[in-house]
């Protein structure tokens, strides 16, 4: 089973993710909801979830940081930004990155359909290494 983190220091937006989706329906086991962006980058490189879902802009830390430091450290993570800025420089910045989804807040059901069908895929290729080993950004994103 795997691990998810959800990041947000809006703890409405944390509960709006955690409802938003059918765990069981991606193998999800175990859910860790964050308000603090204190040590994200350290926390996810030790705990080494599956999958995270992160905000861009927490008080004075940026997802999108902890996101480049976590792949600079070679964590295979699924990133998923979510945000309420539909801002071009931040999108461009999160796909150089890797992110499998920019989801925007308040979260559209469509969204979560599509990003669910990513989520279903990359899990059903899941063998027990890094999720990510086996499909690329590229193909998540091509869907």
Same mark, same amino acid.
């Given at each position: ?9 809006? *703890?409405?937006?944390? #509960? ?8 069981? #329906? ?16 350290? *926390?996810?490189? #030790? #705990? ?65 359909? *599509? ?29």
């Amino acid at each position: 089973m795997l691990k998810a983190f959800i990041i947000d220091d809006n *703890r409405y937006a944390v #509960e709006a993710t955690y409802h938003a989706f059918c765990w069981e #329906e991606l193998g999800v086991s175990h859910i860790e909801k964050i308000y603090t962006p204190k040590g994200l980058a350290q *926390r996810i490189l #030790e #705990e080494k979830p599956h999958i995270v879902f992160i905000d861009i802009e927490m008080h004075d830390v940026s997802g999108l940081d902890v996101i480049s430091q976590c792949k600079a450290a070679g964590s295979a993570a699924l990133f998923i930004i979510i945000t309420g800025h539909d801002n071009f420089k931040y999108a461009h910045a999160a796909v150089n990155l890797g992110i499998i989804y920019y989801l925007l807040k308040p979260i559209d059901a469509d969204d979560v359909a *599509r990003l669910t069908k990513k989520l279903k895929k990359a899990v059903a290729d899941f063998n027990g290494n890094d999720i990510s080993a086996h499909l690329s950004t590229k193909e998540i994103l091509d869907e």
